[in-house]
């Protein structure tokens, strides 16, 4: 694998077992609670972060909006920590072995999303490594703010 594609990777593993460790904070009641109305619940955004890494590879693959809504409703995890944990799980692992197979050739190639972006699939997983980090840190926000507890999770090296 590509020495920077690696670095990225290993953050987002990183970025990974820290949201599991959150998860481990949270009751599972807990996943129901709506702090603002017309908003994701905790239980939203945790099954949101779940499929994530999966469904970024695949806009930066080239996948239809209509792909992307099959994946999302065929994907979306039952409402448990465990499934959600689960998904979290096999969707980065599915990130990891895509781009862990791409010469650096694949990974300087341009792609154009459905909704007009393009960029090189390196790009791409920088843009899937922010969004995983803006949405973990999300999740640690509702934690300290809404549940208001400490989680004494690590979320950098």
């Given at each position: 694998m ?5 670095g990225?990777?290993?953050?987002m593993e990183l970025?990974?077992n820290?949201?599991?460790k ?7 009641e807990?996943l129901?609670?709506?702090p603002?109305a ?14 994530l ?5 695949l ?5 239809s909006?209509?792909?992307l809504?099959h ?6 995890p ?9 998904a979290l ?9 895509g781009v862990?197979?791409?010469?650096e050739?694949e ?5 154009t999303?459905?909704?007009?972006v393009k960029?090189?699939r390196?790009?791409w997983l ?5 969004h995983l980090f803006?949405h973990?840190?999300q ?15 690590q979320l950098?090296?």
């Amino acid at each position: 694998m590509n020495v920077y594609s690696n670095g990225v990777i290993k953050q987002m593993e990183l970025a990974v077992n820290s949201i599991i460790k959150l998860i481990d904070t949270i009751s599972e009641e807990e996943l129901n609670i709506r702090p603002t109305a017309g908003k994701w619940s905790i239980g939203e955004l945790l099954s949101h972060i779940s499929v994530l890494c999966k469904a970024d590879f695949l806009i930066g693959a080239g996948a239809s909006e209509e792909e992307l809504d099959h994946f999302y409703v065929d994907s979306e995890p039952e409402a448990t920590k465990l499934a959600i944990k689960e998904a979290l799980i096999n969707n980065f692992n599915y990130l990891k072995e895509g781009v862990t197979s791409f010469r650096e050739e694949e990974l300087l190639r341009e792609t154009t999303s459905f909704f007009g972006v393009k960029h090189s699939r390196y790009e791409w997983l920088l843009d899937t490594q922010a969004h995983l980090f803006h949405h973990r840190a999300q999740l640690h926000s509702l934690i300290v703010h809404v549940l208001k507890r400490e989680p004494n999770v690590q979320l950098f090296e």
